[in-house]
């Protein structure tokens, strides 16, 4: 039996049917995740953002377009629900490393190429603003165009285009050895 | 990571990959059942608030017509007390007591009387 596509379920869901939307929330949940971290740089605020994000999805469900793709749509409650709680919490951590990065403590993987890797990516990931963070990973990681991401996050495209330039030079400006050992 | 046009359409692959990597956690599949789980609790919770959307109207609409039915039967009410007290206080008592075959019928003959 072929998987039900998102527009099925979310033709559904938009007509009331929580099981649909219980579908694709499950569906969702990993990206979702991924893009609030993009966002928040905390993993615990970002979970509470996704759980914001689920309440406001479930709200605006009736009023979703099934002719249009659910993942943007959903990615952009996201999105905002991630704003609100930064703005709600005060968080000012667009241009700070985040603590764990500056000051890991012990750790058994302190050592480890992984840890020096994922210490790496976090500061520099950290030194990104927001919307360059998010343009990047929406775009490298989750696979989406500069046209739905300006929907998203609701900016012109050309905005997107040089937001993902500009973030990808400062990776590979931030990881030398890491665009080298990939290439 | 590639050197691809960075103003391209393209994706960078690679360095796609590293930051989902980086992004992704171990209990990605366990938050994926909780969101799930809340999913449902969101959704119980909307269709109740979805009743109580629509029985809020609905029990104002009741209590405005239980009230303008008071107001009415408040209106009408002086009439019909006017009516018994003058004329038929006496008949009413009679009959009463004539139809109190049951316990208490004296009872409330008497509460009458006074």
């Given amino acids: ?183 | 990571m590639s050197d691809t046009n960075d103003f391209d359409q393209d994706r960078d692959v690679a360095l796609g990959a590293l930051l989902r990597g980086h992004l992704s956690a171990a209990d990605d599949a366990a938050f994926a059942a909780r969101m799930r789980g809340e999913a449902v609790a969101t959704a119980q919770a909307g269709d109740w608030s979805a009743v109580a959307h629509w029985a809020l109207p609905g029990l104002v609409a009741a209590a405005l017509l239980i009230a303008a039915l008071g107001a009415a039967v408040g209106r009408a009410m002086p009439a019909s007390t006017a009516r018994t007290a003058s004329g038929s206080t006496a008949g009413s008592l009679t009959e009463l007591a004539s139809d109190s075959t049951q316990a208490g019928g004296g009872a409330l003959l008497a509460v009458m009387s006074y």
Avoid: C
């Fill in chain 1, 1 to 183: 039996m072929a998987p039900v596509t998102d527009a099925e379920l979310a033709s559904r869901a938009a007509s009331g049917d929580g099981e649909a939307f219980r579908a694709l929330v499950e569906r969702y949940a990993a990206r979702t995740r991924r893009v609030a971290r993009a966002a928040l740089l905390e993993p615990h605020d970002a979970d509470d953002a996704v759980q914001d994000a689920l309440f406001s999805a479930w709200r605006a469900i009736g009023r979703f377009d099934p002719a249009r793709p659910f993942g943007p749509w959903f990615l952009r409650i996201v999105v905002n629900a991630a704003a609100d709680l930064r703005r709600r919490r005060s968080l000012r951590r667009t241009e700070e490393v985040p603590a764990a990065a500056a000051d890991p403590g012990p750790s058994p993987e302190r050592d480890t190429d992984r840890a020096l890797l994922r210490e790496a990516l976090d500061k520099a990931l950290a030194t990104l603003p927001e919307r360059r963070r998010l343009a990047l990973v929406l775009h490298d990681a989750e696979g989406y165009g500069h046209d739905e991401i300006a929907t998203m996050l609701n900016v012109p495209v050309g905005t997107i285009r040089s937001d993902v330039f500009h973030a990808r030079r400062a990776m590979r400006a931030a990881l030398p050895a890491l665009g080298e050992t990939d290439r």
